[in-house]
């Protein structure tokens, strides 16, 4: 029943500062629903000159059973809107879809779009819009940024139950109080029991007692096996309660990281005055510790020669007022022989308190204990060095996180993240990270993949990636590959000028994790302020491993973003537009006896746009290939930033004439435009052709590229019609995937006009 708060702050956050008209879609809110038909409205706002809509969201089918839909709009703004039941898997979803029919599109400023009508069971869910699959469409053929908002459904007067997310906590912390809260007010004569069974990780919190209680009588159990908090009250003489707030704290000693406190729905129940069952809707707690306060130690991952001696350093983050640690640290003995810790911390030398080290049958044991201060060291820097004698092979050095601890001076046990390192032989790299180096436009935000080759039986990996932050500012981990979160867990932070992100495969895997090579793993954005950022791999904490732990050998490519301008063009060509929907076709293939879209989404075909010097046209500063090309005109392309200065603008496609801007560009502001469509002189030498009256476009016909359209372009296509060639190819000027009688006559036309390249 949660909106998606977030969107909702960035959405009014944008029509606040740019005055722009929020476009919404609704689901809503249904909390007082019987047994029986139930209809569930879907709203819009500020539908305006839409072309199509695809609308999908996910319902739960033990509560809902879709029955049939109807059409308000049927006769004025949305003829012809359908709405389907499917199943994808386990989702159960519903599937709003319409497209105009003729040359002018919807506009519904605010309404319902489409009715659905369910068949209700009982009990609670939830309306989930699959955002990533929804679109919306003007006539333009541009996306239309929606805002969507999810709804709910719940029986007639529920209790509510819920515990709070307590988020940035400090740790430790000896009485951390989490409140039950309750809301009774709207059951018929009240409540008089209920039992609430609360799971939570014993790792993170321990159970002490409960203050506070609002209610005489409650008693709190604790369980074990699982550990569990059961939260018991009945009173059979007084009235029904009718609390609405707090009904008590529990008291924990919280000792760090993260728990849920997740209430067990199948144990829980609430009876009325008559011991009737109660419907309740029950909302989950949180525990987080503040991600710049938790404690993690580092083995390094080396490479080395074998015999000779190799340096683990070994890190710490957080390292305050410690009195104690602990750490195990597993690796093959055969591989390293253990002599001995050096260089240690300043602040460990004179040791503050008692070292020691003992080999074990697994690896070695470092123990450290105060004597009479505590001992604290800045983040990121290191411990000491574990030396070793490299004998030959590979090994990974584990922390036992069961035998491993860190302590405070008051001997609390503190949340600990371990990061193992690894050693191996010198190698070449069987596996490749990368990041691209990335143009974008001044405070908007900038998503830089990291694409992965080579990545075959993993189990865990380590990423860290430095950035300046006068530049950038970390703002998450976005698009992650599926499987990486079908089969592991994916987390991340920032602090530092650096991105931690760390993936482990799920414990009860029985194989590794195989990605396709040149796959994208994960987004990861920031907001550009402005100038510009290497985005470097720090390779000394970036660590890649087997299912079976053994190291994998990466090569790490470095990414950078730059200031860059964005040039929005608008041209059409001769070959693919459409006079009667003034619009271009869509370029055509022809593969496996079928003639198929070249490319996806809107993309008409592409170009090849350049920057030429104007004092001398012959050379060429900049150059952006393979630039999508939309049916509608429209190209975007973003110039480096350091291109700011006057350039004539050229336009060349795989089948047409070359074509000039008709003077110089200037790009001396963050977005330039230029519209070649709108008349002759939009290009050198007024060197364009009329499509359509009061629009221009590009000559096609120059098969060879050779700045001319004369014989040597027509002969290929007469070839190609003879022998019946089809697909995506230059002599296919019409761009319908088959070579015929259709391509010659604008060819020939340019052939009789002289058609050639004009430029200065």
């Given amino acids: 029943m949660k909106k998606n708060i977030l969107a909702l702050l960035l959405i009014f956050n944008t029509v606040f500062v740019f005055g722009q008209t929020t476009v919404t879609c609704t689901l809503p809110d249904i909390i007082d629903a019987t047994p029986g038909t139930v209809t569930v409205p879907v709203n819009i706002t500020a539908f305006d000159n839409i072309a199509a809509l695809s609308i999908y969201f996910e319902y739960d089918p033990t509560i809902l059973t879709y029955s049939s839909y109807t059409n308000p709009n049927a006769t004025t703004t949305f003829p012809g809107l359908e709405v389907n039941s499917f199943v994808v898997g386990n989702s159960y979803r519903i599937g709003i879809v319409w497209s105009a029919s003729g040359a002018t599109g919807a506009t519904l400023p605010s309404g319902v779009l489409a009715n659905i009508v369910f068949n209700y069971v009982t009990g609670t869910g939830n ?34 139950v819920s515990i709070p997310e307590l988020t940035n906590q400090a740790a430790p912390n000896n009485g951390l109080l989490v409140p039950v809260n309750v809301d009774f007010q709207t059951i018929v004569g009240g409540v008089n029991s209920f039992t609430f069974v609360v799971a939570y990780d014993e790792t993170k919190l321990t159970y002490q007692n409960f203050q506070s209680a609002s209610l005489s009588g409650i008693e709190v159990l604790q369980l074990t096996n699982p550990t569990r908090i059961v939260i018991e009250w009945s009173d059979a003489v007084s009235a029904g309660s009718l609390l609405n707030g707090k009904l008590l704290d529990l008291v924990f000693n919280y000792i760090g990281g993260t728990s849920a406190l ?35 130690v580092t083995a ?8 000779t001696v190799v340096l683990i350093p070994v890190t710490a983050n ?27 911390h300043a602040n460990l030398v004179p040791l503050t308190g008692s070292l020691a080290t003992n080999i074990t049958a697994t690896g070695v044991g470092i123990n450290w204990q105060a004597s009479a201060t505590a001992l604290t060291i800045p983040s990121s820097e290191k411990l000491f060095d574990m030396q070793f004698t490299y004998n030959a092979g590979s090994t990974t050095l584990k922390f036992d996180p069961v035998l491993s601890a860190v302590s405070t001076f008051g001997l609390t046990t503190l949340t600990v993240e371990y990061v193992d390192g690894a050693v191996s032989e010198t190698q070449a790299p069987t596996a490749s990270a990368v990041m691209p180096d990335v143009v974008a436009i001044p405070l908007t935000t900038v998503d830089v993949p990291i694409n992965a080759t080579g990545f075959a039986g993993i189990g865990a990996f380590d990423l860290v990636v430095a950035y300046d932050v006068t530049a950038l500012e970390f703002k998450g981990i976005f698009n992650p590959l599926a499987s990486l979160s079908s089969t592991g867990e994916l987390t991340y932070n920032a602090t530092g000028g650096k991105v931690y992100i760390s993936w482990a495969i799920d414990p009860a895997a029985v194989t590794g994790l195989t990605i396709a090579d040149n796959e994208k793993l994960f987004d990861i954005e920031y907001a550009f302020n402005a100038g510009s950022s290497v985005l470097a791999f ?29 040039l929005n063009l608008k041209l059409f060509l001769e070959g693919l537009y459409n006079p009667a929907t003034g619009l271009m076709n869509k370029a055509q293939d022809y593969v496996g006896g079928v003639t198929e879209d070249k490319f996806t989404g809107t993309i008409a075909d592409q170009i090849t746009v350049e920057l030429h010097n104007t004092a001398n046209y012959t050379t060429t500063v900049h150059t952006e290939a393979t630039v999508n090309l939309n049916t509608d005109g429209t190209a975007s392309v973003t110039i480096p930033s350091t291109f700011s200065g006057s350039y004539y603008v050229t336009i060349k496609q795989r089948n047409h004439i070359e074509t000039v801007s008709a003077s110089p560009v200037s790009f001396a502001s963050f977005t330039v435009p230029y519209d070649f469509t709108t008349a002759a002189n939009k290009a050198y030498g007024s060197n364009m052709k009329l499509v359509k009256t009061g629009v221009w476009g590009l000559f096609a016909g120059d098969i060879d590229q050779d700045a001319n359209i004369n014989i040597n372009d027509g002969g290929p296509i007469n070839t190609g019609i003879k022998v019946g060639t089809q697909g995506y190819l230059a002599i296919d000027i019409n761009g319908d995937g088959v070579v015929n009688i259709n391509d010659v006559g604008p060819v020939n036309i340019s052939i009789k006009s002289g058609i050639a390249v004009s430029k200065p």
């Fill in 127 to 160: 309306f989930t819009f699959l955002q990533s699959i929804c679109e919306v469409t003007n006539m333009s053929y541009a996306t239309v940024p929606v805002l969507y908002t999810d709804g709910s459904i719940a029986p007639s007067n529920p209790a509510f």
């Fill in 262 to 296: 997740s209430f067990d729905e199948n144990l829980c129940h609430i009876g009325d005055h008559n011991a009737l069952e109660v419907p309740a809707v029950y909302t989950d707690g949180l525990v987080t510790q503040n991600p710049g306060t938790v404690v993690n």
């Fill in 300 to 307: 390094a991952t080396k490479i080395a020669t074998p015999g």
């Fill in 318 to 344: 957080n390292f305050t007022n410690i009195g104690a640690f602990d750490f195990l640290i597993n690796y093959d003995l055969s591989v390293l022989s253990f002599t001995g810790l050096v260089d240690y």
């Fill in 538 to 566: 720090d390779q000394t904490s970036c660590v890649v491993s087997k299912f079976d732990l053994d190291p994998v050998i990466v090569s790490y490519t470095d990414g950078s973003v730059e200031g860059g301008i964005q």
